[in-house]
T-cell receptor, first 114, second 115 residues
Framework: AQKVTQAQTEISVVEKEDVTLDCVYE???????LFWYKQPPSGELVFLIR??????QNEISGRYSWNFQKSTSSFNFTITASQVVDSAVYFC???????????FGSGTRLQVQP | DTAVSQTPKYLVTQMGNDKSIKCEQN?????MYWYKQDSKKFLKIMFS???????INETVPNRFSPKSPDKAHLNLHINSLELGDSAVYFC??????????????FGPGTRLTVT
């Protein structure tokens, strides 16, 4: 069985603060992929990153960074110097090679106040 | 150019009716998906198709029937609509056959309200 847990339902920060969104996953697959998607208030889902289970290097893209730790089954997402435009629901998702489908977490709503 | 388009964007209908949602992608992708997002924002896969062949059919009532006339289109037909079908339905597409996952491109969603 696959499961993705995003324990933080909602986070509110003030602009320019750093914020970390947590993601913990469960899978029995040895090969799997992890994703983050953003859903802004307009409703569409936007791909942010894909990581496979063999690549534990952290990744940085501008103000965004991801920390993948296999030992704790976590794939956390940090936004540095948050901006109002970062306000959205963020979803972590898992793809196991056995199931061939994305299992989404319940999402974390991030509100960045000006 | 819209990569993944869905029509209609909003759909309000009464219980018991039959309705369809259309999806088209112009990205040349081989795999298409339907997802349901409920009122609590929970996203769940319903179906996936690869080159018109059904790959995944989650535990969805058989009132829901996907149809893929070609690999650029994946339509969703719903019979005998129920109140619990009210949700936002997203179509998505990606490269590949679904064994190794690629980035999925999502449509804008169709908000279905059943009264």
């Amino acid at each position: 069985a696959q499961k993705v847990t995003q324990a933080q339902t909602e986070i509110s920060v003030v602009e320019k603060e750093d914020v970390t969104l947590d993601c913990v996953y469960e899978t029995r697959d040895t090969t799997y992929y992890l994703f983050w998607y953003k859903q802004p208030p307009s409703g569409e889902l936007v791909f942010l990153i894909r990581r496979n289970s063999f690549d534990e290097q952290n990744e940085i893209s501008g103000r965004y960074s991801w920390n993948f730790q296999k030992s704790t089954s976590s794939f956390n997402f940090t936004i540095t110097a948050s901006q109002v435009v970062d306000s959205a629901v963020y979803f972590c998702a898992l793809w196991g090679t056995g199931r061939r489908a994305l299992t989404f977490g319940s999402g974390t709503r991030l509100q960045v106040q000006p | 150019d819209t990569a993944v388009s869905q029509t209609p964007k909003y759909l309000v209908t009464q219980m018991g009716n039959d309705k369809s949602i259309k999806c088209e992608q112009n990205l040349g992708h081989d795999t298409m998906y339907w997802y349901k997002q409920d009122s609590k924002k929970f996203l769940k896969i319903m179906f996936s198709y690869n080159n018109k062949e059904l790959i995944i059919n989650e535990t969805v009532p058989n009132r829901f029937s996907p149809k893929s006339p070609d690999k650029a289109h994946l339509n969703l037909h719903i019979n005998s609509l129920e109140l619990g079908d009210s949700a936002v339905y997203f179509c998505a597409s990606s490269l590949g056959s679904g064994v190794i996952p690629h980035e999925q491109y999502f449509g804008p969603g169709t908000r279905l309200t059943v009264t």
